[in-house]
């Protein structure tokens, strides 16, 4: 199966300072098809996981142009440009290319 | 809107089994693989399996094959998950999701808790 290893697994956020997750696959993303199936997904307490970003790099329609995606092959990052409070939360990387689907361990994001 | 709607949850006994049901309905739900993944308490998000529209082709997580079965009914725009043989490591929420396009998910339920203990 595909591991994806995030990094940092706790992240102390200053509001209104960028922050940015990795996430690393033990293999490449690159579906034979010639694409790469790499989304991701935050989830604050109690609710369920909302998707943010798919395709690596592709915005869900209502989520906020701070948040971008970017990477290729095994290494992919998700960027904050200007951390606000409702971004708290866990964030989750999950590749959708090889069988079984699979997710990273979760990034906590806290305001310091 | 999209809705998806799971039920079903309970506690359940170690080798018992129970089926979940997702209700969907803001959407042509015939027109879309649909999906379940699981968190236990306190824990990350486990991919289980996903269906095709009719139900045809089905993937699943290792750790439930052979006990869990995914099945749908278009005209009730119902997702089912059947549980067997369920063990105290199947504790978790249980979400449906809906699969928008190949490798993802948009859409989540707001997830049904399944507790296995004795």
């Known amino acids: 199966d595909v591991v994806l290893t995030q990094s940092p697994l706790s992240l102390p956020v200053t509001l209104g300072q960028p922050a940015s997750i990795s996430c690393r696959s033990s293999q490449s993303l690159v579906h034979s098809n010639g694409n790469n199936y790499f989304n991701w997904f935050h989830q604050r307490p109690g609710q369920s996981p909302r998707r943010l970003i798919y395709r690596i790099s592709d915005r869900d329609s209502g989520v906020p142009d701070r948040f971008s995606g970017s990477g290729s092959g095994i290494d992919f990052t998700l960027k904050i440009s200007r951390v606000e409070a409702d971004d708290v939360g866990i964030y989750y990387c999950m590749q959708g290319t090889h069988w079984p689907w699979t997710f990273g361990q979760g990034t906590k994001v806290e305001i310091k | ?118």
């Not at chain 2, 990350?44 to 052979?66: A, C, F, I, M, Q």
């Not at chain 2, 979400?95 to 707001?110: H, I």
């Open chain 2, 1 to 118: 809107e999209v809705q998806l709607v799971e039920s079903g949850g309970a506690l359940v006994q170690p080798g018992g089994s129970l089926r979940l049901s997702c209700a969907a309905s803001g959407f042509t739900f015939s027109l879309y693989w649909m999906s379940w993944v699981r968190q236990a308490p306190g824990k990350g998000l486990e991919w289980v399996g996903n269906t095709d529209e009719e139900g045809t082709d089905k993937y699943y997580v290792d750790s439930v094959k052979g006990r869990f079965t995914i099945s749908r009914d278009n005209a009730r725009n119902s997702l089912y998950l059947q549980m067997g043989s369920l063990r105290a490591e199947d504790t978790a929420v249980y979400y449906c999701a809906r699969n928008d396009a190949p490798g993802t998910v948009d859409y989540w339920g707001q997830g049904t808790l399944v507790t296995v203990s004795s």
